[in-house]
């Protein structure tokens, strides 16, 4: 089975600053996607990047960047110039792939990083 | 482009009273669908997934149960609720899955039980 932890439930950050959300996941799997999904308080489920276990190029996507380490089964977010839209709960999330997860492929969630950014 | 509804958006029931939610999904065919329940201040916890009609697979013993009559139609019912089925009830879907493709979630029914 696998598991994903975000050992920090709560964080706060000045705007503009950068701030880092931790996440590790534990697996047999060998090939998997991990996702970071952001629900603000209007309590939409949003996603915010991917990594394919398989790339070791860390994703982006403009603000959002990733820093994915394999071997210790980390995979944690950094947010460069926080803005007050990017306060939300923070999820990450886990699924593996393969010939024999098909058609069995489901979700595993961190419980969240609750993230605020202060005007 | 796709999209998903899910409705109600509030619903407030008294315990041993039936539930109904509904999802429907637009532009696509033949998703994966899913119903995930959010404890107050929790993760996801995934209730049941579908990989086409009238195919469910239940992770969690409860008094839940899902349905998919049509392709895009995903239905979260109980013929009588516990004060324990309290909480946010998120509804997604995906293609693909097996290449990475992400869930889409809708805007989710919060569910209160008196």
């Known amino acids: 089975a696998q598991t994903v932890t975000q050992s920090q439930p709560e964080m706060s950050v000045q705007e503009a600053e950068t701030v880092t959300l931790s996440c590790t996941y534990d697996?047999?799997?060998?090939?998997?996607?991990l996702f970071w999904y952001k629900q603000p308080p209007s309590r939409q489920m949003i996603l915010v990047i991917r990594?394919?276990?398989?790339?070791?190029q860390n994703a982006t996507e403009n603000r959002f960047s990733v820093n994915f380490q394999k071997a210790a089964k980390s995979f944690s977010l950094k947010i460069s110039d926080s803005q007050l839209g990017d306060t939300a709960m923070y999820f990450c999330?886990?699924?593996?792939?393969?010939?024999?997860?098909?058609?069995?492929?489901?979700?595993?969630f961190g419980t969240g990083t609750r993230l605020t950014i202060i005007p | 482009s796709q999209t998903i509804h899910q409705w109600p958006a509030t619903l407030v029931q008294p315990v041993g009273s039936p539930l109904s939610l509904e999802c429907t999904v637009e532009?696509?065919?033949?998703?994966?669908l899913y119903w995930y329940r959010q404890a107050a201040g929790r993760g996801l916890q995934l209730l049941f997934y579908?990989?086409?009609?009238?195919?469910i697979s239940s992770e969690v013993p409860q008094n839940l149960s899902a349905s998919r009559p049509q392709d895009r139609q995903f239905i979260l019912s109980s013929k009588k609720l516990l004060l324990s089925d309290s909480g946010f009830y998120l509804c997604?879907?995906?293609?693909?899955?097996?290449?990475?493709?992400?869930?889409?979630f809708g805007d989710g029914t919060r569910l209160s039980i008196l």
């Open positions: 997604a879907w995906s293609v693909a899955p097996e290449h990475g493709q992400p869930q889409h």
């Open positions: 990594q394919e276990a398989y790339k070791q």
């Open positions: 579908s990989v086409g009609i009238g195919q």
């Open positions: 532009g696509t065919s033949n998703p994966n």
């Open positions: 999330a886990f699924i593996p792939i393969g010939p024999s997860n098909f058609g069995n492929e489901k979700l595993t």
């Open positions: 697996t047999s799997e060998s090939n998997y996607y």
